[in-house]
């Protein structure tokens, strides 16, 4: 049996490494699962806001129109019966956070379903709390 017969060997004459072997191994998997991938869709949209850009009405329903920043383009967002409302990472009553959201300037996060504009959750920040 000859050198070349146990040695698996590159098209060059080289013996063929087995590290060599396996990262080329690897990138084709990883290059067949890239492109296999499927395409990211979005199911939630976020505007930062401020209770100051947001005029939130005396109950939950109906729709609000809400901003990035002044002078920015207002969007105009429906409730359902589904919205969640959290201050901080608290899930709490529309009430409470129309109350908290009454104290002051605090940031204000609208998540919305992009195609039918309706708000899934309005959180508050934590007073105190920018997270």
């Known amino acids: 049996m000859s050198h070349s ?3 698996p060997m590159t098209p060059g004459g080289r ?3 087995r590290a060599s072997w396996l990262a080329a191994a690897i990138g084709v998997l990883v290059t067949t699962a890239a492109g296999a ?3 990211l869709k979005t199911i939630e949209d976020c505007l930062e806001s401020g209770t100051s850009l947001v005029r939130l009405p005396g109950t939950a ?3 609000l129109s ?3 920043c002044s002078g920015c383009p207002a969007v105009r967002l429906s409730f359902n019966s589904r919205t969640r409302y959290f ?3 608290d899930l709490v009553t529309y009430a409470k ?3 908290a959201a009454a104290k002051g300037d605090l940031r204000l996060d609208l998540f919305y379903d992009p195609k039918t504009r309706n708000l899934t959750r309005l959180r508050l920040a934590a007073a105190g709390n920018d997270k």
């Open 61 to 63: 329903g109906g729709t």
């Open 87 to 89: 201050i901080g990472k």
């Open 97 to 99: 956070l129309r109350e």
């Open 15 to 17: 013996p063929f490494r």
């Open 66 to 68: 809400a901003s990035q």
């Open 37 to 39: 991938a499927l395409p």
């Open 5 to 7: 017969d146990t040695i």
